[in-house]
């Protein structure tokens, strides 16, 4: 007698138990689908070709015939104030046949790429005039200097340009980072 | 019927203890001690706690009616008393009426405290009374009873009743005291959240705590410290031989009475719950920049202001399990929160917290939502722990890029799973953090078309706790990319190609 009453028991249990779980699956198909609203919200108005990352967080400058006719070069400057310089496209180096084939750190007094900057308070970290000579690129019959254009300390120069120069001929590669 | 009796009296206010009932008390205890101690100009009070005695006996004794019961004279009430200075003979400099008080019961010592309770409008219905003594007395009381555990530690009456130790000064004044307050707040005192605070302080004290760094700068006095006052040591010898002075033990010039104040304040509340944020211009705590504040407003704001002002508090700390960009949704479950609310005048319960969460909830701007807004303890801290903890997050991103989507790059994204990235510290923090590489793993990807566009998609991903979104997507100018094993070549190129382009994406996180 007593097990049929368990058996019973237990057999509402799991009804509720089961009721329970329905509701809760209504209600996270709820949030979901709800979820899913949100998350497409941003399609209405979207436009058809955004502004680039580097358009969207950087003031970009150009520094044209810098110091020579036709070194032209960029910086983009970030609200917190670091700036990144790089050759423009209209720099003479990419109208040598060949486009650029080497990148030398070694200028001046110091390779720029073995500078270690750490901690936030950037230890170790150069401080350049704009007329510093930060590189040399070279093509098959020329070389050129690139210069600083801004004046700050040097963080970080793109070493993968060192290895693969071609980066440069085939998009805007950055070619180091200044504070 | 006799116990009955002492219940009564003991639960009345204020027990009857009469002056005769005190004049039996005091021939009951040593009277070579007592005496003694009178002479020393020790207070009734602290004669009493000398002897361990313990009670509602501190609150019932009028000042005005003590007498020495040697000689029935004028007692010792009349002038300052050596150890505590005052405090247990209710005399002090008041520093909130700024003049000196001299009062003959703790009813009237607990009048002021109840007229400062009520001015300042809590709701409570407990209190917990707190004291604060200055060094000088500790020390004088401990010279004290290291001179009568030398001079009495034989006799019989000490080693059957007070070996143990005194009252001390501040359990007498809460003998004194909780009684008094108790019928004048209507409530019982106990350990809760509602305090209140007695300080004494004396102009002397910054004395001893010289003396305290001259320990090392270790304030914890040793045990078997003797005569700190009068820097003499050998103390037991010259006590035995009753050769020590007795008035190098109180020097004279410490004999002022203290500068009291007294308050009250309730210790923090705190909230927990989970927050949703809506808006892309809404930063999670108040940033303001040369009196120019960023976005709109902030989460932390938008609880805080509500949360405070609805139980009138003092002010807030926001606390949150991880934090997102301004420009960054946060839904989904929403991100666990703790609010510390201190000194709120009121008492939220359950059914207030519920009241706030719709409150902001029904904000007409909604920018945020908050979920499951309620009173938590200790245990709130562990929640956020787990939060922080979790290793994983998701989000989704709202994708662009320069050429068209085909089949096979969903393909590839999906099959992609624990993709290793080394991260350059992100440009648009490097001028606060450390330049230091961080590898990070892309647990999962998933793309999802957005209808009627070949070129934006909704990214779906979940990441290692710290990894940059957003730079991950575009690349950050190659400071960010995938660490190069060959079976993700081809991935590589996608990314790659993705990376130069990849523009104004929008994320939102989802964990």
């Not at chain 2, 005192?189 to 509602?194: E, I, K, N, R, V």
């Not at chain 2, 020097?251 to 949703?276: D, I, V």
């Not at chain 2, 647990?443 to 710290?466: D, I, N, P, R």
């Amino acid at each position: 007698m007593s097990d049929h009453i368990t058996e019973e028991s237990n057999f509402s249990e799991t009804k509720e138990k089961e009721k329970e779980k329905e509701k809760q699956k209504e209600q996270d198909e709820a949030e979901d689908e709800e979820l899913r609203k949100l998350l497409l919200s941003d399609v209405q108005n979207l436009p058809s070709t955004p502004p680039s990352a580097v358009e969207s967080n950087f003031a970009i400058y150009f520094a044209l015939d810098f110091m020579k006719p036709r070194h032209d070069q960029y910086v983009y400057r970030h609200a917190n104030g670091l700036c990144v310089i790089g050759l423009a496209p209209s720099h003479v180096a990419f109208k040598d046949e060949g486009g650029i084939t080497a990148i030398d750190f070694n200028v001046g007094k110091s390779d720029r790429s073995g500078v270690k900057v750490t901690g936030k308070r950037k230890k170790n970290a150069q401080h350049f005039e704009s007329n510093t000579a930060l590189c040399k690129v070279s093509t098959k019959n020329d070389s050129y200097i690139v210069r600083c254009c801004v004046k700050g300390s040097l963080l970080e120069v793109n070493q993968q340009l060192i290895k693969q120069p071609e980066l440069l001929n085939a998009s805007i590669g950055k070619d180091t980072l200044l504070l | 019927m006799e116990q009955k009796a002492e219940e009564e009296v003991s639960n009345a206010f204020p027990p009857s203890f009469s002056s005769s009932d005190l004049k039996q008390l005091l021939h009951s205890l040593p009277s070579n001690a007592l005496n003694h101690f009178f002479s020393l100009g020790v207070c009734v009070r602290c004669i009493l706690r000398l002897f361990g005695i313990k009670g509602p006996i501190y609150a019932s004794i009028d000042n005005g009616s003590v007498e020495n019961p040697v000689d029935s004279t004028a007692s010792n009430e009349t002038k300052l008393c050596n150890v505590c200075l005052g405090i247990l003979q209710f005399r002090f400099y008041d520093d909130r009426e700024k003049r000196m008080f001299q009062k003959d019961a703790a009813y009237d010592v607990a009048l002021l405290i109840a007229d400062m309770v009520r001015q300042e409008g809590y709701q409570f219905d407990s209190f917990s009374l707190e004291v604060s003594i200055p060094p000088l007395i500790l020390q004088k009381e401990a010279s004290l009873w290291s001179y009568i555990q030398t001079k009495y530690g034989s006799e019989p009456w000490f080693q059957e009743k007070i070996h143990t130790g005194c009252v001390s000064i501040k359990d007498a004044l809460k003998f004194s005291l909780i009684n008094p307050l108790e019928k004048l707040l209507d409530c019982k005192s106990s350990w809760c959240p509602f305090r209140i605070r007695l300080t004494y302080t004396h102009t002397k004290a910054s004395e001893g705590v010289a003396k305290c760094s001259d320990n090392g700068g270790s304030c914890k006095r040793r045990k078997t410290d003797e005569s700190d006052s009068t820097g003499e040591r050998p103390l037991s010898s010259s006590v035995e031989n009753g050769s020590f002075d007795c008035s190098k033990l109180f020097p004279k010039s410490e004999n002022e009475p203290c500068h009291f104040t007294y308050n009250c304040f309730r210790t923090p509340f705190y909230f927990g719950g989970r927050y949703l944020k809506y808006s892309r211009n809404v930063s999670q705590t108040c940033w303001i920049i040369d009196d120019e504040r960023m976005g709109e407003a902030s989460v932390e704001e938008i609880i805080g202001i509500k949360v405070l002002q609805a139980c009138r508090g003092d002010n807030y700390k926001f606390h949150a399990a991880g934090r997102e960009d301004i420009d960054v949704r946060m839904l989904g479950p929403g991100r666990p929160f703790i609010l510390e609310v201190q000194n709120t005048r009121l008492v939220p319960t359950e059914q207030f917290a519920n009241n706030i969460e719709k409150m902001i909830n029904e904000e007409e701007n909604k920018l945020v939502r908050v979920k499951n807004l309620k009173l938590v303890g200790s245990d709130g801290w562990n929640l956020m722990r787990e939060g922080e903890g979790e290793k994983q997050k998701q989000y989704a991103a709202l994708v662009w890029t320069s050429r068209p989507l085909k089949d096979e790059d969903f393909q590839q994204v999906s099959s992609l799973k624990d993709l290793k990235v080394v991260q350059r510290t992100p440009i648009r923090v490097l001028h606060r953090r450390s330049p230091l590489e961080r590898e990070k793993i892309i647990h999962w990807m998933k793309m999802e078309t957005v209808a009627g566009s070949s070129q934006y998609f909704l990214l779906h991903l979940c990441t290692q706790a710290g990894t940059y979104i957003k730079e991950f997507v575009h690349g950050d100018l190659g400071r960010t990319h995938p660490r190069y094993d060959k079976n993700l070549r081809l991935m590589q190129c996608l990314m790659a190609k993705m990376s130069g382009t990849h523009t104004n994406l929008l994320v939102t996180a989802l964990f």
